[in-house]
């Protein structure tokens, strides 16, 4: 009996993706600068078991050999992040020409290896030297972070054509200043929300220089996480709690990209704690992109709770279903229902999926494999609702597996695999999982087997 194959479009590109601190290593060697996760790493009980991204994956070494594998698994593109503090040791001023060799030399590397370049600007990993000067909260960090776009692009222009200003500045704003869960550890509603319009108009300001120091073939945009936000029941009160977190999570963010003003109801729920825009911000931060990257991981589930006193409501983890290490739900629909919705409500922009992918307790086995069923499992489903979505119209042009390898997981260290290859951190090995495997497979075929 013949296979039968859910076929992609001509031209759909397959990657993974890596963050710089999460995979590099060499956090201080060649003239780098320190960044607020080499700051935050050192304050104990920041991170899990005191782990540290000083080493990491020792990529700042070894790419040459992390990129025969991506040649091995069939990679079209590799989408990677650049290191701020290793052009700009202070965030601004004198540039470091070692930190941009080195990713000038990943970049012919990579080309060589026919692989296309997909270069995120920012993740996560601000210079130290600007956090001391307020960091994001300080609207001159915007002129930086154009500066650094503008002398990166001016190298690399050349040969690099899809640049991503930020990732997830949902996470830089709310998990890094709000909550105070990852660097820079600071716990302030007005402040993240200050520091989520600064990042938005940082976008929209590299969009500018990036354009200029590019070419015909130029493609610019931004990766958001975004998530649908269900409610726990059908009551009144679950309903519009879930409409607030749409709003805090998703389109707090989509709507100043795409319709040049964020949305009333959040605008009326922040009052005074609302960021002060100036004129032309929100029409910068709407200049045209060419893309959107989505990275999506799950649903959220929201209930009414008068006891929570930000947003009036909490989460609820759905029984009878699977989860991740991560302690995330395996939801494959919400993939698709997010494509859509995007989709119809944002203009049928162009969209990659940026980041996909979970994280499972995997071990070697006596063969000195890693078979990650439940990996194999997770992404084939998922790969199927972005597939249902092309079918419906969505203008969904690639896909990006998170992560090539196993690396540092912020504050939870090193507990958390999540890559198609395995990595003992103690000798740098390297095993390509099942799971990579299978997706060398799909690439190939341009397709999923149903």
């Excluded at 013949?2 to 590099?24: S, V």
């Excluded at 601004?92 to 026919?114: P, S, T």
């Excluded at 690099?160 to 869960?181: D, K, L, Q, R």
Aim: aromatic letters at 12%; charged letters at 25%.
């Amino acid at each position: 009996m013949a296979e039968k194959i859910a076929k992609f479009p001509h031209g759909f590109i397959w990657g993974t993706a890596t963050a710089a601190y999460q995979i590099e290593g060499a956090w201080n060697e060649d003239g780098k600068g320190e960044s607020i996760w080499d700051r935050f790493c050192r304050i104990p009980g920041n991170v899990q078991d005191g782990d540290r991204g000083d080493i990491a994956c020792d990529h700042y070494h070894l790419y040459r050999d992390d990129i025969k594998l991506m040649k091995t698994l069939s990679l079209n593109v590799y989408r990677f992040s650049i290191a701020w503090p290793r052009i700009f040791p202070q965030g601004k001023g004198g540039i470091n020409q070692r930190g941009l060799d080195f990713y000038e030399r990943l970049v012919d590397e990579l080309l060589d290896a026919g692989i296309e370049p997909f270069v995120t600007l920012y993740h996560w990993d601000l210079p130290q030297a600007l956090q001391e000067e307020g960091g994001w909260a300080n609207r001159d960090t915007v002129g930086y972070f154009k500066d650094y776009a503008a002398q990166v692009s001016k190298r690399l222009g050349d040969r690099v054509h899809y640049w991503i200003t930020h990732n997830e500045p949902w996470v830089t704003s709310f998990a890094g200043h709000h909550s105070g869960i990852l660097a820079p550890r600071i716990k302030s509603l007005p402040t993240a929300l200050k520091v989520s319009h600064h990042l938005l108009l940082s976008h929209g300001e590299a969009v500018a220089v990036l354009r200029d120091n590019g070419d015909e073939k130029t493609r610019l945009g931004i990766t958001l996480n975004l998530s649908p936000a269900h409610p726990a029941s059908e009551s009144k009160e679950d309903k519009e709690a879930a409409t607030r977190f749409d709003g805090y999570l998703n389109r707090w963010f989509l709507d100043p990209i795409y319709k040049g003003s964020y949305p009333e109801d959040m605008m009326i729920l922040y009052g005074d704690k609302a960021p002060k825009i100036r004129a032309q911000d929100l029409e910068r931060i709407s200049a045209k992109i060419d893309f959107l990257g989505v990275n999506y991981y799950s649903r959220q589930v929201i209930k009414a709770d008068t006891k929570e006193a930000f947003l009036g409501l909490s989460q609820v983890k759905p029984a009878d279903t699977e989860y991740t290490e991560m302690d995330s739900e395996i939801y494959p629909a919400g993939l698709y229902e997010i494509l859509k919705r995007i989709h119809n409500d944002y203009d049928a922009p162009l969209m990659y999926i940026t980041e996909n992918g979970a994280a499972f307790s995997d071990k070697i086995d006596k063969n000195g494999q890693v078979n990650d069923k439940s990996r194999i499992k997770y992404l084939k489903s998922h790969f199927l609702q972005a597939h249902k979505a092309i079918e419906d119209g969505v203008k969904l042009s690639g896909y990006f597996v998170w992560s090539l390898m196993d690396n540092f997981e912020w504050a939870l260290g090193y507990s958390k695999r999540f890559g198609l290859i395995y990595v003992d951190y103690p000798t740098q090995k390297r095993i390509i999982k099942a799971s990579g495997w299978m997706y060398k497979k799909v690439i190939e075929k341009n397709g999923i087997e149903i």
